[in-house]
T-cell receptor, first 114, second 114 residues
Framework: DGGITQSPKYLFRKEGQNVTLSCEQN?????MYWYRQDPGQGLRLIYY???????QKGDIAEGYSVSREKKESFPLTVTSAQKNPTAFYLC?????????????FGQGTRLTVV | GENVEQHPSTLSVQEGDSAVIKCTYS??????FPWYKQELGKRPQLIID?????GEKKDQRIAVTLNKTAKHFSLHITETQPEDSAVYFC?????????????FGQGTILTVHP
């Protein structure tokens, strides 16, 4: 089912807690991305990684952290420094190149602060 | 960085009518323009894309046009059906192994009334 899996589907976080969202792909893609989706604001880029052990901040990286220790995995940690973390989080992967290629998305994780 | 503006934010049509969604981009180096459809609670899925070396591309009832000079591109859906109701996102990307980062528009909620 698209080869990219996010877990969990729903996640609840208490104030002051860090939580980690999982993203795994078996498409052998080099590039992986994390987006945040809020109503009326489209998809905003949090972090992206073009290769193992390397990642770059996106447009809204504050309060988030990532790691890329393996090609197939790109977990996102939402830290207590993120003041408004309630949102729908989408992970994507693609194979970058001159011709550009389709980005495949996971099914998303809905994070709610309680 | 790249900035993508998408209009309208909502679009309501009668079944059988056509729907047009427009996007503009800011970075003249962008050369890949995909369109994604997202049904409620689901992952975005690619419906059509266009590269900068062509001006128009069609796939059955869906077409995309690109004007590089004006830096805008549009999605055209003809003979709309209720199952076309969804959120549509445009995006822009610069090709090459160092890039490939997708910047999304804000999204258009399309409602097709039977």
């Amino acid at each position: 089912d698209g080869g990219i899996t996010q877990s969990p589907k729903y996640l609840f976080r208490k104030e002051g807690q860090n939580v980690t969202l999982s993203c795994e792909q078996n498409l052998n893609h080099d590039a992986m991305y994390w987006y945040r989706q809020d109503p009326g604001q489209g998809l905003r880029l949090i972090y992206y990684s073009q290769i193992v052990n390397d990642f770059q901040k996106g447009d809204i990286a504050e309060g988030y952290s990532v790691s890329r220790e393996k090609k197939e995995s790109f977990p996102l940690t939402v830290t207590s420094a993120q003041k408004n973390p309630t949102a729908f989080y989408l992970c994507a992967s693609k194979q970058p190149g001159q011709e550009n290629t389709e980005a495949f998305f996971g099914q998303g994780t809905r994070l709610t602060v309680v | 960085g790249e900035n993508v503006e998408q209009h309208p934010s909502t679009l309501s049509v009668q079944e059988g009518d056509s729907a047009v969604i427009k996007c503009t981009y800011s970075d003249s180096a962008s050369n890949y323009f995909p369109w994604y459809k997202q049904e409620l609670g689901k992952r975005p899925q690619l419906i059509i894309d266009i590269r900068s070396n062509v001006g128009e591309k069609k796939d059955q009832r869906i077409a995309v046009t690109l004007n590089k000079t004006a830096k805008h591109f549009s999605l055209h859906i003809t003979e709309t059906q209720p199952e076309d109701s969804a959120v549509y996102f445009c995006a822009a990307s610069i090709g090459g192994t160092s890039y490939g980062k997708l910047t999304f528009g804000q999204g258009t909620i399309l409602t097709v009334h039977p």
